[in-house]
């Protein structure tokens, strides 16, 4: 999915319940095979996988691996809150292309910016703030909330 596409003014689209479903059974194990997931939805195996190609193409889902950071050897989560003067999208697109960064979103409130970063340690994080995120012209301040621990992640808050 587009990062750029979440959060637009596009239309949403429109799920059958078999959809919605499809989509629940994925966010439950993204390994489901497509016969399984036809066993519990209804459909042929074959049904499956075009619903799930076209989910995909037009940008609803996607399907990914998702990993724990500390067991690749990245010790350092945090959130870093931005203020900007000036185009926030200019800037969100230039922190974003930065490796570390895993999340960009633009807010309203107190912080013009939101970023979630993954660095193996402190000095990566400070090297990453110090020289690559204040370093972007219109970067005027931010906060960073480093991350203790992590108390819940989960990706299967189905389709409403």
Not at 34 to 49: N, P, T
Not at 99 to 111: I, M, Q, R
Not at 129 to 141: A, F, K, P, Q
């Amino acid at each position: 999915m587009s990062t750029s596409s979440r959060g637009s003014a596009n239309k949403p689209v429109h799920l059958d319940d078999v959809s919605k479903s499809i989509i629940e059974q994925l966010q439950n194990d993204g390994r489901r095979s497509y016969a399984e997931i036809g066993k519990a939805v209804g459909l042929s195996e074959a049904a499956v996988r075009q619903r799930v190609q076209k989910l995909t193409e037009s940008g609803v889902m996607q399907i990914v691996a998702v990993t724990d950071p500390m067991q690749l050897g990245f010790f350092r989560q945090a959130m870093i809150g931005i203020q900007i003067s000036g185009d926030t999208t200019s800037v969100a697109e230039k922190i974003g292309k930065l490796p570390s960064v895993d999340y960009v979103v633009l807010t309203a409130g107190s912080f013009d910016l939101l970023v979630e970063v993954v660095c193996e340690n402190d000095d990566d994080l400070i090297d990453l703030l110090n020289r690559d995120i204040r370093g972007i012209e219109g970067v005027r301040s931010t906060e960073t909330f480093v991350y203790l621990r992590l108390h819940k992640q989960f990706y299967n808050w189905g389709t409403r």
